[in-house]
Nanobody
Framework: VQLQASGGGLVQTGGSLRLSCAAS????????MGWFRQAPGKEREFVAA????????YYADSVKGRFTISRDNAKNTVYLQMNSLKPEDTAVYYC?????????????????WGQGTQVTVSS
């Protein structure tokens, strides 16, 4: 599967953005999907994940209550709605796909990655 992330940009503190990740191929609904981010000089970290059945979602503590992950299997797309953005949310955001049966938050367990989209939150 190939992934294309979009929707990043520059926003002020407290603003909102919605990231999208479009997947190619007919097996999108077979993958668990995740969003991760990487700030300069830091390791890539988990943000949110959603199961293939849409029944389960996970969030990092730092984004709970502010970010919402969703997916539309008919459109082969996963979304990340980001509200109440903070300067510490500034990073390159990546979407990823995982073939495994169990939803995971571990970076190294995801099989396919998009190219990333920059999110910058100004103070």
């Amino acid at each position: 599967v190939q992934l294309q992330a979009s929707g990043g940009g520059l926003v002020q503190t407290g603003g909102s953005l919605r990231l999208s990740c479009a997947a190619s191929g007919r097996t999108f609904s077979s993958y668990n999907m995740g969003w991760f981010r990487q700030a300069p000089g830091k390791e890539r970290e988990f943000v949110a994940a959603i199961s293939r059945s849409i029944s389960t979602t996970y969030y990092a503590d730092s984004v709970k209550g502010r970010f919402t992950i969703s997916r539309d299997n008919a459109k082969n797309t996963v979304y990340l709605q980001m509200n109440s953005l903070k300067p510490e949310d500034t990073a390159v955001y990546y979407c990823a796909a995982d073939w495994a049966a169990r939803l995971t938050t571990r970076v190294y367990e995801y099989d396919y990655w998009g190219q990333g989209t920059q999110v910058t939150v100004s103070s």
